[in-house]
């Protein structure tokens, strides 16, 4: 973490909910809470505080999904804040020319447009529009740089959702951040207002989530580790009959509705048996231990004719989804606010760290020539050439063989003579390695060895001349994997991957377990499942 100084909001994107840091999370929700008390008061000083008012200051919503409170919420805080507000229409866009979303933004970015509202079934587009948009605002010596704000991205995640959602768990809580326990109901898997809790919950210090779902809507497996990661208890119940059956019941219910639209046949035929389990039943009411300090949020819309939470709850105490929503546009004008820079100067404490990916994954070792040694491509002596060794070590052999194969195609090696094997450590009986012996070869360049660290996921490259080993180089899997030919993510929403024409290099970054999660989308992924 850094401290930081100036205004850490200013042209911030905000593409997922970890893009923001706990403290800077905490200055908003301070924020929101001083101009909800000046919109009650109608204080109009304090209010102007924090408005733009600036008619040249563009502030886009695009949107290609529908909506009705992130839109409308957003357009209500922009029409507060006094700015030129655009709504883009999608149907009559050249969008429908194929024109590529990155071209399309720019363009609108161009006109003096420096907020994007962004929603999509494209999942990783803010991300991508926000590294293009830098690039596109520098080429063009524009005095600003657009600021992309992720407004829901298919199942991925919908980080302003997630801001007015800790924002009101917090105003329920007299402000008090120590602990949450809660239970997410419903959707969980392809509902991405419960994806962005996985890290949009660290804000509370102890946490213990109840995740209810049946199993093919449970929460996906790479948010459920992030939880466990950042610390969270959790528990996992099929059904809200079988949670409420049990003593341990959360004072806060976190409900989503069954996302029919991204539902594929086989889940769709069951849903009113999977509906049937996440939803709140009147004879539920009196299980619960203690309905007046029980709460229930929904990010809404619910389903008027299968709602998961009916409408005999509106009258209740327990309603505190209208509460939640109204906060939709609190919130949205306080982050409109500090990303045009208009507030934010004031505030102390620590950012997100920025990422540097460093290139200790190379590392240049003394080889050892003492013992004079032979070294062999096949049966005959090799004087000069690379060989790389410990290819894959650990692996099984078939892998090992497959790999072998791919990086020869990938690194193009296959134009030359040499070989490849599989061998057995002499020290380790039982663990395979991958040899590749290439003859023809002097030198690799460095982007020819940074590609190989990636391919071969640890590796050790020998130059050979003279028979002796003029140079070895111990290489490790690298930070972050990207613009490698042949890599793509599995993930068919994401902006990156294929299908969406995009054109855009696939990038990896490596997690401390070793996983690689998509730099766009976040999907995580094994080493042997980024190759296509
Ligand atoms: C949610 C969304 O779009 O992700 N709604 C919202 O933004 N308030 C939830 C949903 O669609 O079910």
């Known amino acids: 973490m850094i401290e930081n100084t100036g205004n850490v909001f ?8 970890a893009d923001f840091s706990i403290d800077e999370k905490k200055y908003l929700f301070e924020k929101t809470r001083k101009l909800k008390e000046a919109w009650r008061k109608n204080d109009y000083q304090t209010l102007n505080r924090f408005r733009i008012n600036d008619m040249d200051f563009g502030i886009y919503e695009i949107f290609l999904e529908d909506s009705t409170r992130t839109r409308e919420s957003f357009r209500n805080a922009a029409e507060f804040h006094g700015v030129k507000l655009s709504m883009f229409n999608s149907d009559s866009s050249s969008f429908n020319k194929m024109e590529s979303y990155l071209d399309g933004f720019m363009t609108l970015a161009g006109y003096s447009n420096r907020i994007f509202i962004v929603r999509s079934r494209i999942e990783g587009l803010c991300r991508w529009l926000e590294r293009k948009g830098e690039q596109f605002a520098e080429r063009n010596y524009l ?3 657009p600021a992309f704000i992720n407004a829901g991205d298919g199942k991925h995640e919908h980080p302003t959702q997630e801001l007015l959602d800790e924002f009101t768990l917090i105003e329920d809580n007299d402000w008090r951040t120590d602990s949450l326990h809660i239970a997410l109901v419903g959707d969980l898997f392809h509902g991405r207002t419960v994806h962005s809790k996985a890290d949009g919950l660290r804000i509370f210090a102890n946490v213990k989530v109840d995740l209810i779902a049946p199993p093919e809507l449970s929460m996906p497996i790479q948010y459920f580790n992030r939880m466990k990661e950042n610390g969270f208890l959790l528990r996992e ?5 079988e949670y409420l059956s049990q003593p341990d019941i959360a004072p806060r219910f976190y409900f989503t509705r069954p996302q029919l639209e991204r539902m594929g046949d086989r889940i769709l035929k069951r ?3 999977l509906r049937e389990a996440i939803t709140f039943k009147e004879e539920f009411i009196q299980k619960l231990p203690d309905p007046g300090s029980t709460f229930f949020y929904h990010p809404l819309p619910r389903h008027k ?3 998961t939470i009916p409408t005999f ?3 209740m105490p327990l309603n505190h989804w209208e509460a939640q929503s109204i906060n939709g546009m609190y919130i949205r004008i306080i982050l409109l606010s500090v990303i045009a820079g208009r507030i934010g100067e004031d505030f102390q404490g620590e950012s997100v760290p920025v990422k540097n990916y460093a290139d200790d994954f190379i590392r240049e070792v003394t080889p050892d020539n003492s013992k004079p040694k032979t070294l062999k491509e096949g049966i005959n002596p090799l004087a000069n050439g690379v060989v790389i060794d410990r290819f894959c070590r650990g692996e099984s052999k078939e892998d090992i063989w497959d790999y072998l194969h791919k990086t020869m195609k990938i690194m193009g090696f296959s134009r030359f003579r040499g070989s490849i094997g599989v061998g057995e450590s002499k020290k380790e009986p039982g663990v395979y390695k991958g040899l590749i012996f290439l003859p023809e070869v002097q030198e690799l360049s460095p982007s020819d ?3 190989l660290a990636a391919v071969t996921a640890g590796c050790t490259v020998n130059i050979i001349k003279d028979n002796k080993v003029a140079r070895k180089l111990r290489l490790t899997s690298p930070p972050r994997i990207y613009k490698i030919k042949g890599t793509g993510c599995t993930n068919s929403d ?7 024409s995009e054109n855009i290099p696939p990038e990896f970054i490596r997690n401390e377990d070793g996983t690689l999660e998509c730099f766009y989308c976040g999907t995580s992924h094994r080493f042997k499942d980024i190759w296509k």
Not at 10 to 17: I, N
Not at 237 to 241: D, E, G, K, R, V
Not at 494 to 500: K, N, P, R, Y
Request: glycine share 0%; hydrophobic share 30%.
């Open 271 to 273: 849903q009113d048996e």
């Open 313 to 315: 709850l509106d009258d």
């Open 449 to 451: 060895i940074r590609r």
């Open 10 to 17: 200013k042209e911030r994107s905000l593409c997922v909910a």
């Open 494 to 500: 994401c902006i990156s991957h294929d299908t969406h």
């Open 143 to 145: 005095n600003y740089k």
């Open 305 to 307: 004719v299968h709602p």
């Open 237 to 241: 119940f099929h059904s809200l009959a």
